[in-house]
């Protein structure tokens, strides 16, 4: 696959998306038409028409045949592949952060970072930074697991 055939693919779903998400703000409550309506419309508005820009280059670059390449390493692209699926198992069960709390150290180690000082210490800053950021301050609930 080229790199301009795989633009216009996601563009043209991203321009879906957009139309999709212009039109649910339809059904929004009355309440909030003319504030959270008006903001959704503008964002898919512009994702839209940055989308329909973005296509209407990629059209134009006929010389570009450049092929795409989803890996370099089959190895540890499927092991990442693998780890993917296994951690949204795992947040159902265990929850969002003990789910990551596993996945980022065993993703870093299994795309080759073998360092454990750095492997331990980002991954118990990125978890604090989450739930700094995110409970404590925004107050987003974080997705518990059917055990914890």
């Given at each position: 696959?080229t790199?301009?055939?795989?633009?216009?693919?996601?563009l043209?779903?991203?321009?879906?998306?957009?139309?999709?998400?212009?039109?649910?703000?339809?059904?929004y409550?009355?309440?909030?038409?003319?504030s959270?309506?008006?903001?959704?419309?503008?964002?898919?508005?512009?994702?839209?028409?940055?989308?329909?820009?973005?296509?209407?280059?990629?059209?134009?670059?006929?010389?570009?045949?450049e092929?795409?390449?989803?890996?370099?390493?089959?190895?540890?692209?499927?092991?990442?592949?693998?780890?993917?699926v296994?951690?949204?198992v795992?947040?159902?069960?265990?929850?969002?952060?003990?789910?990551?709390?596993?996945f980022?150290?065993?993703t870093?180690?299994?795309?080759?970072?073998?360092?454990?000082?750095?492997?331990?210490?980002?991954?118990?800053?990125?978890?604090?930074?989450?739930?700094?950021?995110?409970?404590?301050?925004?107050?987003?609930?974080?997705?518990?697991?059917?055990?914890?």
């Amino acid at each position: 696959m080229t790199r301009k055939i795989l633009d216009i693919i996601i563009l043209t779903g991203l321009t879906l998306v957009a139309v999709l998400l212009y039109v649910s703000t339809a059904q929004y409550p009355q309440s909030v038409q003319h504030s959270t309506a008006s903001y959704v419309r503008f964002l898919s508005a512009s994702l839209a028409m940055l989308a329909v820009i973005q296509i209407g280059i990629s059209v134009k670059k006929i010389a570009e045949q450049e092929k795409v390449f989803f890996y370099t390493n089959r190895r540890r692209f499927f092991t990442l592949l693998a780890l993917l699926v296994l951690y949204v198992v795992v947040i159902f069960f265990l929850g969002f952060m003990l789910a990551t709390m596993f996945f980022l150290p065993s993703t870093m180690y299994a795309m080759g970072y073998r360092n454990k000082k750095i492997i331990v210490i980002s991954s118990i800053g990125l978890l604090l930074f989450l739930e700094l950021i995110f409970v404590m301050f925004l107050r987003v609930p974080l997705p518990r697991g059917y055990f914890f």
